[in-house]
């Protein structure tokens, strides 16, 4: 079975300060992704990944880059956290793009 | 820009009830998948529909996609408490290499 494990389940930080949220699949997967999910307005595509090294931007991309050193992780990172930035993030990973999704536990991030 | 439209974005039922959720893209997919999302969960992966007018049967639930491969459907058949969450569907991208999530629509069964 596909297990895309997020490095933490819940995480307080202050505004400001640089976070870094960490995804590791172990199943070899192609595509990795990052979103965002807020009450009312589904899962939001922040960005994606097809291979070492690439990335893609999604729909709301503002305030936030990512990394993809190696094939299993793809790491979210928010330059400089606002409040508005509170939220739900959600990690997934596929064996290709338009192939079916397998997500992590979820974050879930608030700035003070 | 391309987007996958789901109704009703809510929907109560008394258990033993039936529901449907409906999706709409804007343009032709070529395929279209179904997640459940538990409350406190993360969404998992239903099912995939590839073919016009496929319809597919998991136990009570059955899914639709559309003759012109442009809408999709799932229906439950006399709910029960454990179907209570959001059922997203999603399509692929112009691009081709993300999923278009429709917003999903939540259910909740009383008993």
């Known amino acids: 079975d596909v297990k895309v494990t997020q490095s933490s389940r819940y995480l307080v930080k202050r505004t400001g300060e640089k976070v870094f949220l960490e995804c590791v699949q172990d199943?070899?997967?192609?595509?990795m992704f990052w979103y965002r999910q807020d009450p009312g307005l589904g899962l939001r595509l922040i960005y994606f990944?097809?291979?070492?090294?690439?990335?893609e931007k999604g729909d709301i991309p503002e305030g936030y880059s990512v990394s993809r050193e190696k094939k299993e992780r793809f790491s979210l990172i928010l330059e400089s956290a606002s409040t508005n930035q509170t939220s739900m993030y959600l990690c997934?990973?596929?064996?290709?793009?338009?192939?079916?999704?397998?997500f992590g536990d979820g974050t879930r991030l608030s700035i003070l | 820009g391309q987007q996958v439209m789901q109704i009703p974005q809510y929907q109560h039922v008394q258990e033993g009830e039936d529901f449907t959720t409906y999706c709409n893209s804007s343009?032709?997919?070529?395929?279209i998948q179904w997640y459940k999302q538990r409350p406190g969960g993360h969404p998992v992966f239903l099912i995939q529909?590839?073919?016009?007018?496929e319809v597919k049967k998991q136990k009570r639930l059955t899914f639709q996609f559309g003759e012109a491969k442009k809408n999709s459907s799932l229906h439950i058949t006399a709910t029960q408490t454990t179907d209570v969450g959001t059922y997203f569907c999603?399509?692929?991208?112009?691009?081709?290499?993300?999923?278009?999530f429709g917003k999903g629509t939540t259910l909740s069964v009383s008993s």
């Open positions: 343009t032709t997919l070529s395929n």
């Open positions: 997934a990973s596929s064996r290709q793009g338009n192939q079916p999704q397998h």
């Open positions: 199943m070899d997967h192609e595509n």
């Open positions: 999603a399509g692929p991208g112009q691009a081709g290499t993300a999923l278009i």
């Open positions: 529909l590839v073919k016009s007018g």
């Open positions: 990944s097809y291979d070492v090294k690439m990335k």
